[in-house]
């Protein structure tokens, strides 16, 4: 096996008994959150696959923890499962913000909140594309989460970019602050749209033929190419679940 193409697992079966022998030695989200995320899973079927897994939430709110965050951006807010997520990362002295597009779904998640007695979370309803840059936070934020649409992508990364500039009043997101940004592989599609890729095989709907030729999978890429080209970041692209790409701000 090379070093930098491994295999993860031999096989699916081996893959997943590990993966859950890995979430059960991992510190637990707690229950409410799980019971959400399943009530989603089962109310809203045809959306519900926009929520982060639940291990992914265990990772990222390891991640927030680590680095002491306790301010976060989110990008894209759906029904409030992952700011529920994030809410819990930062505990009662931290504060989220995060930007929805439908309103429906930014009620729901305010509806959700309230019901879990969470009050350190604002949702604002919008294009992000619009309120993001309008955002003028009194402190900056040490995480965004970007889990919106595919295309807005490189606006984002460069609306941070822009608006986190050293010495700027409100900037976006402090020096050692992190983007993460989800999806960022898109079934592997943004690192291999060969036929080897079994994805291609997948029905994305009527809306999305040769989903791997899309528009999106080419903001992802123009994404990962800005990012890496960008001197004021330090960059991991994590292969797991769908491609999670972090950059830490470094001025
Ligand atoms: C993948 S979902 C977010 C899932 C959520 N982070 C979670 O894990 O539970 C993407 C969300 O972005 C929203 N969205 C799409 N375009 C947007 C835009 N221009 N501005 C703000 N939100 C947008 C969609 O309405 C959708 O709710």
Redesign the pocket.
């Known amino acids: 096996m090379k070093e930098d193409s491994p295999v993860l697992y031999p096989n699916e079966k081996v893959g997943e008994r590990v993966c859950s022998y890995a979430k059960a030695h991992t510190t637990g989200i707690p229950q409410y959150i799980h019971e959400y995320h399943e009530h989603i899973r089962q109310t809203m079927p045809e ?1 519900s696959m ?3 897994s639940l291990s992914q939430a265990q990772a990222l709110s390891f991640l927030t923890r680590t680095f002491g965050a306790t301010r976060i951006l ?10 529920l997520v994030w809410s819990h990362a930062v505990g009662p002295e931290g504060k989220i913000t995060g ?4 309103s429906a ?1 930014a009620d729901q998640a305010r509806e959700t909140l309230q019901k879990y007695g969470v009050d350190n979370v604002e949702v604002i309803t ?4 619009q ?1 993001l840059p309008a955002l003028a936070p009194s402190e900056p934020y040490d995480m965004v ?1 970007i ?3 595919k295309s ?1 992508y490189p606006h984002y990364l460069k609306q941070i970019l822009e608006g986190s500039k050293p010495g700027a009043p409100n900037r976006i997101l402090r020096k050692g602050g992190l983007i993460v940004a ?2 960022i592989l898109r079934c592997g599609f943004v690192a291999d749209d060969s036929e080897d890729n079994p994805w291609r095989k997948h029905d994305f709907g009527p809306h999305r033929p040769e989903y791997w030729k899309s528009d999106d999978i080419k903001a992802l890429k123009a994404y990962n190419e800005l990012a890496t080209a960008e001197e004021r970041l330090e960059n991991w692209l994590c292969p797991l679940w769908d491609g999670v790409s972090m950059s830490r701000l470094l001025d």
């Open positions: 959306t926009y929520m982060v989110e990008v894209g807010v759906y029904v409030g499962l992952s700011c930007l929805e597009f439908d779904f919008g294009d992000a594309l309120t989460f889990d919106a649409q807005g989800d999806n």
